[in-house]
């Protein structure tokens, strides 16, 4: 399989998206080690799909775009926007993205639902660019769903949360389908400078799901064992 992939980088790290696989990305200190990681994100994210890959399954990656941040690329802080997601969607094209980003919604209130104690962790405390980094289940599951006010408002979109992420999402979505012309090339500028598309922001849904609900997912298992869900298919 043929991986197309855009590349941010710094002198801190790497963070490498696929662009034909809208949620799967690898980082790492160099290139090289964070392309050595996605033979196992390109199966987890086609197991998440519920397509079927083989063991003997070759991925092959093609860097088709690269783009020097100054972001804090190793704590996953990112403002790419893909060449690719500049183009008008078509109303399937929507359809299926709309999907997959309620789907990853519904996933991540699944994962966080099964856990019985969501106010314990045993992870570290550690800061990150934006703060105190969610140690504990309800934290990751509030911090995931607050940026969801961050993404509306790149749109000129004044939304408040609400506390349900898949109803959060829902919500999000229809703000997005009342705008002019949603599904046009438009490209937004976020009161950060942040340049957004609709095909963006619908890529960065998932991917901040995936990211926060691995994360999620690790401490519950390591706290309650097998009994915790694995919507996302993580190894």
């Known amino acids: ?17 696929a662009a034909n696989l809208p949620r799967a990305y690898v980082r790492g200190e160099t290139e090289n080690q ?9 199966r987890s994210y086609l197991r998440w ?15 088709v775009q690269r783009k020097h941040s100054g972001l804090h690329i190793e704590q996953a802080d990112s403002d790419v926007l893909f060449d690719t997601e500049r183009a008008p969607l078509t109303e399937e094209e929507y359809q299926q993205l709309k999907m997959l980003a309620l789907r990853s919604a519904k996933d991540f209130k699944r994962l966080y ?18 703060g105190a980094v969610p140690r504990t289940p309800r934290q990751m599951y509030e911090h995931t769903n607050k940026t969801t006010a961050y993404y509306a408002a790149a749109f000129g979109i004044a939304l408040e949360n609400m506390p349900d992420i898949y109803a959060n999402r829902m919500q999000l979505l229809s703000e997005l389908e009342a705008l002019e012309d949603f599904l046009s090339d438009r490209v937004y500028l976020a ?18 799901d995936r990211i926060h609900a691995k994360a999620l997912w690790r401490t519950a298992s390591s706290l309650w064992g097998s009994t915790i869900p694995n919507p996302f298919h993580f190894v």
């Open 191 to 208: 009161p950060d400078g942040e340049s957004w598309t609709l095909r963006k922001v619908l890529r960065r849904l998932i991917w901040h």
């Open 1 to 17: 399989m043929k991986i197309e992939a855009v590349c941010e980088y710094n002198d801190s790290g790497y963070l490498i998206y």
């Open 34 to 42: 964070a392309l050595a990681k996605f033979s196992g994100e390109a």
């Open 113 to 130: 639902e099964a856990i019985e104690n969501p106010d314990i962790s045993d992870r570290p405390h550690r800061t990150a660019f934006y």
């Open 49 to 63: 799909l519920g397509e079927k890959c083989s063991a003997s399954e070759v991925f092959e990656v093609s860097i």
